[in-house]
């Protein structure tokens, strides 16, 4: 692939200035190579779909699980229990289950399916740069190279800033590493195997919403199908056992409701104490705020009052992806080049930029 | 003798001497800001002043983007209520500023940076962790 010194340059231009498009570039001398999207290059441990459009983890064999149970319950909860519940009660009980199973699977699918908040690695000359700018720092010493960390003072709070070898930037605050996707994670929770995605920034409130419609549903399933055994007892008279072997499908809902409930309702508690405060799992776990650490520890994060964090948690503005993975790659990128004679070297080397 | 260089220039003849990455400023925590600190590298090539007032600008549209006020909060919760399809037909809010951004970025590159042999990389190309810097030679010194 050998190109002229001012085409490269004006490919490089157009490159540079033009801004965030999934259109591919309109010189009309690029037309060696066919056009890759970013999601096909991904160096994170993420598996795509759709041409990009779907993003998950890589062990997404929980999800599938997931999946099954969620729509197994519910499959033989419209067909066994509610008909006779809405004959018997009222059809409002499998509207209301309908619409709950709806929102379950809608924000299931979502928080599986979306960018979590990743951050892209940093490109070769940032990381170059980044690196000079350590061993500045360091006093150019050789050999065992320090820790890296950057402290920064947020609202009063010192916190330190840790460098990703990996992706090869400081990680902003609240971000995390997640090791199963080899990605950095804004406002990194945690890795959830049972939606198949890290929960983060970008995904957090489909998350929320997700379990706690779930614990709903897994209450109104356990208790209706409850209501239904009963019923059948006592209308029939046949006795508890006889009405149980009636309806063994309102046997088995109730069997995973009862075993479901306990984690699902205990993690959305969990979860809204979470976002009461502004805290990650992460940060929780570690108890980086907690007053334990030091009186004077508090969440420099937290808005102040309990509205304020679950309206900003829930209803704030959602950032765009930052990865751009339906975008095309613009190969040839522009490195530096040597300030001889101009023409651009590709793929320069660390002993050529520490030339500048 | 041109000591200004056009866009059209730069694309023919210049090559790249060096990068300045503008890190991001977290003081204020984890919003979208960048530092204000005027860059050595720089100081030959454009007014601190004029850089300051870009940078400046910059982290005010993406203050703007993240600010928590009423307009997010009914976007958020009419998002919620149509379970998110509504963004499938309008831009959220925060998109509607990125384009303002990329624009802006377009306008300074023109007007102010190209001249003088600089050129500014959108930051949402760069992950929103740096803006972008480059420093073209200047031609006029290699005579």
């Not at chain 1, 198949?196 to 549903?217: A, H, P, Q």
């Not at chain 2, 007032?53 to 006020?69: C, D, I, Q």
């Amino acid at each position: 692939m050998h190109l002229g010194v001012s085409e490269s340059m004006r490919e490089c231009e157009y490159s540079q200035i033009s801004t965030r498009s999934s259109t591919p570039m309109e010189t009309p001398y690029k037309k060696r190579t066919p056009k890759k999207r970013k999601w096909e290059a991904f160096p994170g441990r993420n598996k795509f779909y759709c041409d990009g459009r779907i993003m998950m983890a890589k062990q997404t064999g929980v999800f599938y699980l997931t999946l099954v149970l969620i729509l197994v319950t519910c499959g033989l909860f419209f067909t066994f229990d509610c008909p006779f519940l809405a004959l018997q009660l009222t059809p409002i009980i499998p509207v209301i289950g309908g619409v709950l199973f709806l929102f379950v699977l809608g924000t299931l699918l979502r928080t599986s399916f979306s960018d979590p908040g990743v951050l892209p690695r940093a490109t070769p000359d940032e990381a170059a740069d980044l690196e000079r700018q350590i061993d500045v720092a360091n006093g150019g010493t050789g050999y065992r190279p320090p820790p890296r960390t950057k402290e920064v003072v947020i609202n009063g709070q010192t916190v330190k800033l840790k460098y990703c070898f990996t992706c090869k930037i400081f990680r902003p605050p609240r971000a995390s590493h997640c090791s199963l996707c080899d990605n950095c994670v804004e406002r990194f929770d945690h890795h959830c195997p049972w939606v198949g995605n890290c929960v983060g920034r970008r995904n957090y409130r489909f998350f929320y919403m997700f379990i706690l419609s779930l614990s709903f549903l897994t209450i109104f399933i356990f208790a209706f199908a409850i209501t239904h055994i009963i019923l059948l007892a006592v209308s029939h008279r046949s006795g508890f056992l006889n009405a149980l072997k009636d309806s063994p499908a309102s046997v088995l809902e109730v069997v995973v409701c009862f075993f479901s409930v306990w984690s699902i309702v205990g993690l959305s508690g969990f979860h809204t104490y979470l976002i009461s405060s502004n805290q990650t799992t992460n940060e929780d776990i570690k108890g980086s705020w907690s007053s334990k650490r030091g009186k004077d520890n508090y969440n420099p994060y937290s808005h102040g009052n309990i509205f304020t964090n679950c309206c900003a948690a829930l209803c704030g503005p959602l950032p765009p992806s930052l990865i751009d993975r339906r975008g095309f790659i613009q190969s040839d990128a522009p490195q530096l080049a040597p300030p001889t004679n101009g023409i651009t070297m590709y793929g320069a080397t660390q002993s050529q930029q520490s030339h500048m | 003798m041109a000591e200004t260089h056009s866009l059209q220039d730069m694309r023919q003849q210049a090559a790249i001497a060096a990068k300045v990455f503008i890190q991001r400023d977290y003081t204020n925590g984890t919003v979208c800001q960048f530092q204000t600190k005027f860059p050595s590298e720089l100081e030959t090539r454009i007014d601190k002043q004029q850089f300051e007032e870009t940078v400046r600008t910059l982290n005010n549209l993406y203050a703007e983007a993240e600010k928590l006020g009423s307009q997010s909060y009914i976007e958020g919760c009419l998002a919620c209520l149509t379970a998110y399809t509504v963004f499938l037909c309008m831009e959220t809010h925060y998109e509607k500023i990125l384009k303002k951004i990329a624009k802006y970025i377009q306008e300074q590159n023109d007007k102010i940076y190209a001249p003088r042999g600089l050129l500014l990389t959108d930051p949402i190309e760069r992950g929103l962790r740096v803006i972008e810097v480059t420093i073209f030679e200047d031609r006029s010194l290699t005579r």
